[in-house]
């Protein structure tokens, strides 16, 4: 969908970041100030994060080690931070925390940690803790504003710790094993999955757009437009799982369970299925990553495996949050969680749906395939498209939202369907080097909410009518043209 900015804050880019400045702030930036403040992540002492069957440690003793050493470890750390730290151990703390907000300095940031007993003596007054995680590190460089990632690591760390008279103190810190990951390229692996032409839509019923079809979920309807979309020829929608009802504990397994539902219809209908995540959700703070491997595992755990899943789209329209988040940030974020999903789901692709052809190769070397918005002139459409496909190399490209609104106060309804149905007519015949087109959308919605476009009634009415469907169910010239195309895909195949 065509959205506006969204004006609300990370991890790595698996390439060079670009310059780290915030459109919050008036002027850049000479120091990692900024680049501290989106990256500082509360300390969370939770018990969840020791694995074992048994423990002569209590859980509180066990949240206190854990909890020194990851404070210890804070980008904010303070004296107090410290004070649990003596020793070889405190020595590792200050020559591996970048704390400088002037000086080049190497960031280090651990995902995934637990923290396992070792030796425990008896009288429970000395403790060995062993702690693996997925080391993430990057340099960053204040004179120009710039991060760069430098390696991706699963790392075993060994602590050891000593009760006083003032509690626990860590004495000292062994790095055992550190293996360095190398992401391969996956070209070539979903071959057989994307040697289909793919033809769809941006789907959301009629009566419950964005965040009402996961809420209402009408199944009847739901039902016959998955009909209609088969019977014109689609082989392939693209849906947005709004990230609140899908993270909220009291609404997730209801979120999982209508998903569960809609990909069984649709595979059912043969129909695949483009999956966007965190719709509705422009936050690339470190602060949630954790959260946010969580939330993708929840989702994918459930479906990873289904026969209607065509990919993962990580996010829509992500390059729209650059002026507000920094490019680097966004980017990051964005390569940590497709880092994730390749390790943890192999066999799902993954692509981040760029809003516009000119960010279109964002991260290309990171996602499976590239796919991308097309609201620009229709004249050079081709142009554009091919010079994404040579730049791509052998991975698909697809064109994920294209279509026009109908709604022009100054134009009859009959004269704009014309004119839709031309647009997309012309953009369609100039496709056909793409491996797959969505048209935004099948149908027109009777409502679009102000926390999607704004309070501005003429956005609403603009959104709420790009629609191969009239509000009353009826095909627009526009459908007709879908379905031509559909068709000539299909003879081109069988032939």
Known sequence: MKRLPVSVGILLSGVAFAGIISNVIDSPIGSNEYLHEHLIKPVEFLDRDWIGD??????????????????????????DSEASVTGQALTVVKETTCQSTTKPCELVFRLGREFQEGQVN????VANVKETSLRVTFNSDPEINSVAIDEFANETRLFRFYQTQNGWMQKTSEILDSTYLNFKDRSGKFDDKFSTDFVGVNYYPASASWKEFWTDFPIEEIKSDLEIISNMGGNSVRIFLTHKYFEDAATQDNAKAKLRLFLDLCAAKNIQVLVTLFDLRPDYTLSNMTRDIDHIDRVLADISANPAILGIDIKNQADLDFPTWGKGVVEGWLTVMARHIKIQYPDVPITVGWSNPNSALGLKNVIDFVTYHEYGDVEGFSDRLDAIKTEAGDKPVMITELGSTIWNPFRSTRAAEVKQASRLQSQLRQSHSADGVFVWTLNDFQHVGSDVVGRRPWRKAQQRHFGLLRSDGSARPSKNVLQAHAENLARQSNN
């Open 122 to 125: 008896k009288d429970l007054r």
């Open 54 to 79: 048994t423990f002569k440690l209590s859980v509180q003793d066990r949240q206190r080690l854990s909890g020194i050493v990851m404070q210890s470890e804070q980008l904010d750390r303070t004296s």
